[in-house]
């Protein structure tokens, strides 16, 4: 474990940025804290960093205490979302600059340098200033300055955040590339779930300062530990029990949508776990109207309206779409593949996951 | 490759020519006019006559203290002003609103008030000055208290135009730092500083011209005694009262051109810098435009 988190609070006059925030990253991994803005996730990674001070808990790296031990001797390599390259050094100096301070020979610097230089294909860019360079380019550099003095671990807040779609989804590719090379244990702010799936092999999801779940990307999309991480990991649509409860639906085959000590609760279900059929088969499912047909390329998406008058997003294939002469109006019925139950009256509790 | 400079259009309307024709008029009438007046009577009685005010003994004495607060006011508020605008920008504690308000004191209040503020204080019949006296260390009428009404007047100048940069750079670029390794002195004097050294130039700058030509408070505090506390200004004063213009118009000039050419000089330097690190050269992948450094 080369980042270990226990217990870590930091209060803002009366926001709570962090919340008893605990985890641990295996060494040689990349994670990602996810959450919306204002769940803490940045200022988990200042505290880390000796940036800013906890009010409680502790910090360790690489197997060392270093809640208390000040961020020159953290070992840290840190990568802020608007570059903080220094504007009155060129490229060379920026990445130099960890180098000099380590005080190590001059000719061992520049070779350093000149491999730092190569790795973020930066060559013939060493005597540019940062105003002379694109916003990809500078965040190139910002990534070689904090990886030259070898850290223990790296730090990217928001790395891509400043950057237009084109060059946010090179970059990521290329920071997945240079991680599976430099094996660097890092951490990886971000507010974009795509972000956090392309790259990452394990997830933070944070919320209000408190950590919601952990676990590698596909295992939280598949089995959410919680409302929230449902429903910020992609689009869900949310059926009150007793919408679902009341409906016709197969009577030999019910859905099993009892909660144990419960009447409360919300069903979650993906667009894309949902079927149509057109007629009632042998399978359980809900009759349907559909109000709105949009075929999105190789993608329909459907709007139904439940009897009830709830509205029920599903995603099919534009050919699945055609197979079934899908035109708005049309009543069909739609059945659930996958669906997950909430008993919201008590939160802890484990989440109930369906497969049919 | 330069950067492309705003073309004015040829076809210009009515009211831009008019704008243009009353800014230009206004400027001539305010500026260019008197210093023109100035430069004509100074040089009117021939290079000789100017070569011979200027060696005045008199005026030699008062460009020599004028020199003397100059150089520590500067000195002493620079490093001052550098220190202060990092404590009000960076830090946060009680009263650093008050002292972020009262800062601007010496800009709203006559400089004639500044000094008479330090006489109460420091005048040989206060308490503090009365005692520092005693000990051989005389306040008012004497260059300390000059050095003080000189360093009264231009508090603001390097904070005002420091501040504002530390404020837009923020401080991610010395939080970098500081996870590379560098101690505070080095963040400061390889960061931070350099960032901030237009500022700090602008404003040392300022408290120069401002020095040159203070004139209220060195009036009350200086006491104006003739080669010992006379400065430039207060020479000049003097000269007029005492129907001998030509030394006011020649020691006017010395000061005004010290003051202007190191205005314009930094105004050289900076562009000819600037325009080595932040031109921009080739833009590979067609980001937004450079933004434009922020004057200050």
């Known amino acids: 474990m080369d980042i270990v988190v226990r217990n870590l609070s930091k209060r ?89 301070i380590q005080k190590l020979p001059k000719c061992e610097i520049q070779g350093r340098v000149e491999e730092l230089l190569k790795l973020v294909q930066l060559t013939n860019f060493a005597d540019r200033y940062p105003l002379q360079l694109s916003g990809g380019q500078r965040q190139r ?142 399978l359980p499912g809900w009759p349907a109207r559909i109000k709105r047909l949009t075929p999105l390329g190789w993608l329909a998406r459907v709007e139904l309206i439940l009897p009830d008058g709830t509205p029920v997003h599903v995603q099919i294939t534009q050919a699945n779409s055609l197979e079934l002469g899908l035109e708005n109006g049309l009543n069909v019925f739609v059945r659930p593949r996958d669906l997950k139950i909430f008993d919201e009256s008590n939160k802890a509790a484990a989440a109930m996951n369906y497969v049919i | 490759m330069k950067p492309p400079k705003p073309q004015l259009q040829n076809t210009m309307t009515w009211p831009q020519r008019f704008l243009i024709i009353a800014v230009l008029a206004w400027f001539g009438l305010l500026i ?35 020199a003397k607060i100059t150089v520590v006011v500067t000195i002493s508020n620079t490093i001052f002003g550098i220190a202060m605008a990092i404590v009000l920008v960076r830090q946060r504690f009680w009263g650093r609103r008050i002292v972020d308000g009262l800062l601007d004191l010496p800009f709203a209040v006559s400089p004639v008030i500044a000094g008479l503020m330090l006489i109460i204080l420091y005048g040989p019949k206060s308490t503090i000055g009365s005692r520092l006296e005693s000990f051989g260390f005389p306040i008012v009428y004497h260059l300390p208290g000059m050095i003080l009404a000189g360093m009264f007047v231009t508090l603001p100048l390097v904070v005002r135009s420091v501040a504002p940069i530390l404020e837009e750079i923020g401080s991610d670029q010395e939080d970098v730092a500081s996870t590379l390794g560098a101690d505070w002195w080095t963040t400061f004097h390889r960061i931070t500083l350099p960032t901030i050294r237009w500022g700090v130039a602008y404003g040392a700058a300022l408290v120069v011209a401002r020095s040159l030509g203070e004139f209220g408070a060195l009036l009350v505090v200086s006491g104006n005694i003739i080669g010992r506390t006379q400065t430039a200004t207060l020479y000049v004063h003097d000269q007029i009262e005492s129907f001998e213009p030509h030394g006011a118009y020649v020691m006017s000039i010395v000061l005004a051109t010290v003051s202007f050419c190191i205005l314009v000089g930094l105004e050289t330097i900076q562009n000819s810098v600037r325009r080595r690190e932040y031109a921009a050269e080739a833009k590979e992948d067609g980001q937004g435009p450079i933004r434009q450094m922020r004057r200050h």
């Not at chain 1, 940025?17 to 991994?29: E, H, L, T």
């Not at chain 2, 060696?55 to 004028?66: F, G, H, K, S």
């Open chain 2, 32 to 66: 260019l006019g008197p210093a023109v007046a100035l430069a004509r009577r100074a040089f009117a009685p021939g290079v000789g006559a100017v070569f011979k005010a200027l060696t005045d003994p008199d005026a030699i004495e008062a460009l020599l203290l004028t």
């Open chain 1, 12 to 100: 803002f006059g009366n926001f709570q940025a962090i919340d008893n925030v605990s985890f641990a990253i295996p060494s040689g991994q990349l994670v990602a804290l996810l959450g919306p803005s204002g769940s803490g996730k940045s200022t988990i990674l200042r505290a880390i960093a000796g940036l800013e001070t906890p009010d409680s808990g502790s910090i360790e790296l690489v197997g060392e205490e270093a809640t208390n031990l000040p961020t020159q001797q953290r070992g840290i390599g840190f990568v802020f979302q608007h570059f903080a390259l220094f504007r009155h050094m060129t490229v060379r100096q920026n990445v130099a600059f960890g180098l000099e």
């Open chain 1, 141 to 282: 550099v910002a990534l070689a300055r904090a990886l030259a003095p070898k850290p223990r671990v790296l730090m990217l807040d928001e790395p891509f955040g400043a950057l237009d779609a084109k060059v946010r989804d090179e970059l990521r590719v290329w920071l997945r590339r240079l991680h599976d090379e430099s094996h660097v244990t890092s951490l990886f702010v971000t507010h974009d779930q795509q972000e956090a799936f392309e790259v990452c092999d394990q997830v933070v999801v944070l919320n209000h300062g408190k950590v919601e779940q952990i676990g590698p990307p596909q295992e939280l999309y598949e089995r959410p530990a919680s409302p929230f991480v449902t429903e910020f990991l992609g689009q869900v649509n949310i059926l009150r029990h007793e919408t679902i409860l009341g409906m016709n639906l197969h009577e030999s085959r019910p859905l099993p949508l009892q909660i144990p000590g419960s009447t409360g609760g919300s069903i979650y279900v993906r667009p894309h776990d949902l079927e149509i059929s057109r007629e009632q088969n042998d």
